[in-house]
């Protein structure tokens, strides 16, 4: 069984999905305005095992929307689209365009908690109601040839924590993975992910299963998977600023490696060069405000890193970001991490 398979991971050497074969178990979740081809490609080529798209609406991609034609676009290695919707035959055309635009594997998600995705009955509403859940998810599997997952949270509330079933009948409809974020949607992303929880769906199928929510590091994705039986693990915010992460903890597991941060040249050189790739992926009037999340987030991991001091990131983060000039931008980058490293030199000096 593909479960089985995954075994292998402990090795380091692959993880299967359905008929797709990653490097290794570790995922980089889908994030709306987060995890744009530019994004995904530096993530994979850092070490990621497989990178999944923006959540991308079905409805308007069939329409033609530009948005939505972006976000479907691929960054290189293995392309994972998610897509989202509340109507089987749009759903079913969603996925129809992605294995067609080239996707690999199709994600469907059942796990957004924000409002404006869950009043429109898409996303974790869809957990409220298992049987039209589950036409949604037949229809995507008899549309493509390609491997569909299916991504989810606990459940809706802590009254209807029936990820378990929606996992076994996604199971039996064809889906090949599931992820599960360990919250309810109620909880949106407060609390800490009850991982533990997320045994209860390993123990009802023989898919692979994910385990997602609150891996920031090692520690975490050892109790994680640990507290879970998952055979892989998801990270979000864990990676936002940090692209190598997932795939230095992909290494960990592999080896028990634990790798210090690249040095500060390293982490200026893959911000610059995803900056200057997001200018050209989305235009630069848009990509300049686009990139500016994760210069931020950027800038903090350094600045954490190096222990400068909190005044020193702000006046650095207000001078980045509130620039609308690339070359500028880009030249106020480079001083701030001098600035962060001058600030490690101090206080190795002062050691």
């Known amino acids: 069984m593909p479960s089985d398979l995954n075994q292998e991971r402990k090795g380091g050497q692959f993880f299967a999905i359905g008929a797709v074969t990653a490097p290794n178990p570790v995922l980089l979740a889908p994030m709306s305005g987060v995890t744009d081809a530019p994004f995904r490609r530096q993530a994979e080529g850092l070490g990621a095992g497989l990178v999944i798209s923006e959540m991308t609406a079905c409805a308007a991609l069939a329409a033609g929307k530009r948005s939505a034609q972006r976000r479907l676009q691929g960054q290189g290695g293995l392309h994972v689209v998610q897509l989202a919707g509340c109507e089987a035959r749009w759903m079913a055309e969603g996925a129809r365009i992605a294995e067609g635009a080239g996707a690999a594997i199709v994600d469907i998600n059942m796990g957004c908690p924000a409002k404006h995705v869950t009043n429109g009955e898409s996303g974790s509403a869809l957990m409220r109601d298992l049987d039209h859940a589950l036409r949604l998810i037949e229809a995507v599997v008899t549309a493509v040839n390609v491997p569909v997952t299916l991504k989810m949270r606990l459940g809706w509330d802590d009254r209807s924590r029936n990820a378990p079933d929606l996992a076994q009948r996604a199971e039996a409809a064809g889906v090949v993975m599931v992820t599960v974020h360990g919250r309810?949607?109620?909880?949106?992303?407060?609390?800490?992910?009850?991982?533990?929880?997320?045994?209860?769906?390993?123990?009802?199928?023989?898919?692979?299963?994910?385990?997602?929510?609150?891996?920031?590091?090692?520690?975490?994705?050892?109790?994680?998977?640990?507290?879970?039986?998952?055979?892989?693990?998801?990270?979000?915010?864990?990676?936002?600023?940090?692209?190598?992460?997932?795939?230095?903890?992909?290494?960990?597991?592999?080896?028990?490696?634990?790798?210090?941060?690249?040095?500060?040249?390293?982490?200026?050189?893959?911000?610059?060069?995803?900056?200057?790739?997001?200018?050209?992926?989305?235009?630069?009037?848009?990509?300049?405000?686009?990139?500016?999340?994760?210069?931020?987030?950027?800038?903090?991991?350094?600045?954490?890193?190096?222990?400068?001091?909190?005044?020193?990131?702000?006046?650095?983060?207000?001078?980045?970001?509130?620039?609308?000039?690339?070359?500028?931008?880009?030249?106020?980058?480079?001083?701030?991490?001098?600035?962060?490293?001058?600030?490690?030199?101090?206080?190795?000096?002062a050691a």
Request: proline letters at 5%; a positive charge.
């Open 184 to 349: 309810t949607r109620c909880q949106f992303y407060n609390g800490r992910a009850d991982w533990a929880a997320i045994r209860a769906v390993k123990q009802r199928v023989s898919i692979p299963v994910a385990v997602n929510g609150d891996v920031q590091d090692f520690d975490d994705a050892n109790t994680a998977l640990a507290a879970s039986g998952a055979d892989a693990v998801m990270v979000g915010r864990g990676a936002q600023g940090r692209p190598w992460f997932p795939g230095q903890l992909a290494h960990y597991l592999a080896t028990g490696e634990r790798k210090a941060p690249p040095p500060l040249r390293d982490q200026l050189t893959w911000v610059a060069e995803l900056y200057d790739e997001m200018l050209t992926h989305h235009g630069v009037d848009v990509g300049v405000r686009h990139a500016r999340k994760h210069l931020g987030w950027t800038l903090g991991v350094a600045a954490a890193a190096t222990g400068a001091p909190p005044q020193m990131l702000k006046f650095h983060r207000s001078r980045v970001l509130t620039c609308s000039d690339p070359v500028a931008v880009r030249q106020r980058l480079h001083e701030a991490f001098d600035a962060f490293g001058q600030s490690a030199a101090a206080l190795r000096s």
